[in-house]
């Protein structure tokens, strides 16, 4: 049998968590409207039907908070930066000329190309990644992926699946090799 204080205890505690997860909602939906407006001066409003997992991905990392949350705010910016990045780069078979008509000119998906554009972006994060604690780095790296995805999916919209997976993948390894570098560099110098 479970005692009042026993209840009262999980009734707390959940009330505590709905209250983060009410937050976080609010927090990810303020996220997501500003990069609904990126998103659509850029890449345009076709992007913006990825919204939801740009909401859940921050409603996530807000709920979750700590470190988390610093490595995905960190990739925010990231993320904001792969919304510029030029088709002509994601998709070089086609000329500017020819995406701008509108024109389908691609006859193939070109993942590899965006994976390494991914991975350049994400190895760039480098520089962005916060000083997190030994124990705390990997989820510093993976809030920072998060982060970055969820706006990087945006961009990813436009594209056929091979080259938006290429993308986001390419995002991910690049993320997990400056976690890794970062932790490396850290430990040289303790």
Partial sequence: METDQGRARRAA???YELGRLRAGLGRALVVAAAAAGAAAIVVGWRATAW???????WTLVEWRGAWLREGARRGLLA??????????ILRPCCSPE????GMACCDKAM???????????GLSLALLLPRAPRERRLETALGMALGTGALATLR?????LGEAAGLLGGLAAGVVAAG???????????
């Fill in 13 to 15: 505690r959940r009330a």
């Fill in 51 to 57: 919204l939801p997992v740009t909401v859940v991905v």
């Fill in 79 to 88: 993320g904001l930066a792969s919304l510029f990045l030029p088709l002509s």
């Fill in 98 to 101: 020819a995406m701008a008509s």
């Fill in 111 to 121: 993942p590899s190309t965006c994976a390494a554009v991914g991975a350049l972006l």
């Fill in 156 to 160: 990813c919209g436009p594209l056929l």
């Fill in 180 to 190: 890794l570098a970062r932790a490396w560099m850290d430990r040289r110098e303790a």
